[in-house]
């Protein structure tokens, strides 16, 4: 189609050319760069598009985007479009800067809680009532005179093959846990000290405290507490304090209801019997560590002086006392 100036549309007519160059200014048509942080380069400037020859075809305006609003001093300025956004140094401004997180330290293992024996569980009226009758049983069944000529170890292994028939015998039903601790507590019945024998083993307790079947109390650490060990009834905890005693020829009774002795390990024991004790005997032990103390250790705490840890040392060394 032929325009009234003669040529077609877009072309050159008779007045001239139609599509003259847009000579636009460089401001016109390109924003002004966004502002930079000090220490960033700031970009640098475009330069203006040429303009078109004559005949060829218009070009449309370049319409760039709205200048991005004023920068406040305490925000960064976002990068240019098409460049990837780096990340700046800290300003100079004494900001604090985000501190690094610390892997935090695994809490330290306390091997002595580790080592120490675990609390005896509570026991139940059934597990008490099977034990009785498995313990009387086992009287009846086993001869006493043939298992003292066993050792320790040979004896258990008498008693436990023993309690073993004797389960199966009264079709007992009992769990595999329990079943050996059922064991356990028979065997220390018959050769050791009965319930007493798992807090003998531990060394963290200083006292046993026995206050007849039903009670029984130990100190760590100088705190008392409560324990869940009992005894069958209080014929049980006699029989266990008359055994304690005979191990240095002494006996506790109804004549004699106060006694002292020793275990063999060193420990102190008192006992207290009916008729003085109203609820039963009374049984105390107080035990002893079994790592001592030397003198080195006693002068780290403060308890003997340097010289006369050197002067204990002398008087060892030649076994003489200070009066002889």
């Known amino acids: 189609m032929f325009g009234k100036r003669g040529g077609p549309s877009g072309g050159a007519g008779e007045k001239g050319n139609f599509s003259k160059p847009l000579n636009m200014p460089p401001e016109a048509n390109h924003a002004a760069p966004p502002a930079q942080p000090p220490a960033a380069p700031a ?20 319409h760039s985007a709205p200048p991005p609003p004023p920068s406040s001093p305490s925000s960064p300025a976002a990068p240019p479009v098409g460049t990837m956004p780096v990340a700046a140094a800290p300003a100079a401004s004494g900001l604090p800067t985000t501190p690094k997180k610390l892997k935090a330290k695994a809490p330290p293992i306390d091997f002595e809680a580790q080592s120490a024996a675990p609390e005896v569980r509570p026991k139940s009226e059934e597990y008490y009532d099977v034990k009785t009758q498995v313990f009387s049983a086992l009287i009846d069944t086993i001869d006493l005179s043939q298992l003292s000529k066993l050792d320790n170890e040979g004896a258990r292994e008498e008693i436990r093959d023993i309690v073993n028939d004797i389960i199966a015998i009264k079709s007992i039903v009992m769990s595999i846990s329990e079943q050996e601790e059922l064991l356990a507590d028979i065997c220390n019945d018959v050769l050791g000290f009965g319930p007493l024998e ?71 024991v008192n006992v207290i019997a009916p008729p003085l004790a109203l609820d039963g005997p009374t049984l105390t032990i107080r035990k002893f560590k079994k790592d001592k103390l030397t003198l080195d250790q006693l002068v780290n705490f403060g308890a003997i002086s340097p010289s006369g840890a050197d002067i204990l040392k002398i008087i060892g060394h030649i076994r003489r006392n200070g009066f002889g």
């Open 198 to 268: 798992p807090l003998l083993e531990r060394d963290d307790i200083a006292d046993i405290m026995v206050n007849g079947a039903k009670q029984t109390f130990i100190e760590v650490d100088g705190k008392t507490e409560t324990t869940n060990v009992r005894f069958r009834d209080n014929d049980q905890l006699m029989s266990i304090c008359q055994r304690i005693v005979s191990q240095v020829g002494r006996r506790v009774d109804e004549s004699s209801p106060i006694c002292d002795a020793r275990l063999i390990d060193g420990s102190r």
């Open 43 to 62: 970009a640098p400037p475009q330069a203006a598009p040429a303009a078109n020859p004559a005949g060829a075809p218009p070009q449309a305006p370049s």
